[in-house]
């Protein structure tokens, strides 16, 4: 049988197509600033797939070389830093509320007794109780709003 390279070529299957460039498979990642430890990680491991994944030889840089160690020590401090930024956010949440108590403890009407010779802390509840209720109370009483 003679060769027919026209015949060779007409069964072939061929379609051209061109190559995706290596930088455009991570063109979906777009940096943002990471907030919590999930984003750090996710953004940690995007930035080690660029620069090559940390993997040995062949596959980029190896585990022990100056890149990969300072991307390791940048994501540790960042680490720490959003560690710090909740127990700051947590103590912050706690002193205001206890603030918030102490207004409104500053702001509830307090009421000054005069008696002569004193009262017991039960006559003084039952002066209140007699005031508070619109009866008369039977020593003089003044009532007066405390000074903060």
């Given at each position: 049988?003679?060769?027919?390279?026209?015949?060779?070529?007409?069964?072939?299957?061929?379609?051209?197509?061109?190559?995706?460039?290596?930088?455009?498979?991570?063109?979906?990642?777009?940096?943002?600033?990471?907030?919590?430890?999930?984003?750090?990680?996710?953004?940690?491991?995007?930035?080690?797939?660029?620069?090559?994944?940390?993997?040995?030889?062949?596959?980029?840089?190896?585990?022990?070389?100056?890149?990969?160690?300072?991307?390791?020590?940048?994501?540790?401090?960042?680490?720490?830093?959003?560690?710090?930024?909740?127990?700051?956010?947590?103590?912050?949440?706690?002193?205001?509320?206890?603030?918030?108590?102490?207004?409104?403890?500053?702001?509830?009407?307090?009421?000054?007794?005069?008696h002569e010779g004193g009262l017991s802390v039960q006559e003084a509840h039952e002066l209140v109780s007699?005031?508070?209720?619109?009866?008369?109370?039977?020593?003089?009483?003044?009532?007066?709003?405390?000074?903060?």
């Amino acid at each position: 049988m003679p060769l027919n390279p026209d015949r060779v070529i007409s069964e072939l299957d061929i379609r051209l197509k061109t190559p995706t460039p290596p930088g455009s498979s991570s063109s979906a990642w777009s940096p943002r600033t990471p907030y919590t430890l999930k984003q750090l990680t996710r953004q940690a491991s995007s930035i080690k797939a660029l620069i090559g994944g940390g993997e040995g030889p062949g596959g980029g840089p190896g585990l022990k070389s100056p890149l990969n160690t300072a991307l390791n020590q940048l994501i540790k401090g960042c680490e720490l830093a959003i560690h710090g930024a909740t127990v700051l956010a947590e103590d912050n949440r706690r002193l205001r509320a206890a603030n918030e108590r102490q207004e409104l403890l500053r702001q509830r009407p307090r009421r000054l007794l005069y008696h002569e010779g004193g009262l017991s802390v039960q006559e003084a509840h039952e002066l209140v109780s007699r005031l508070d209720q619109g009866g008369e109370a039977e020593a003089p009483v003044q009532q007066a709003r405390a000074a903060p």
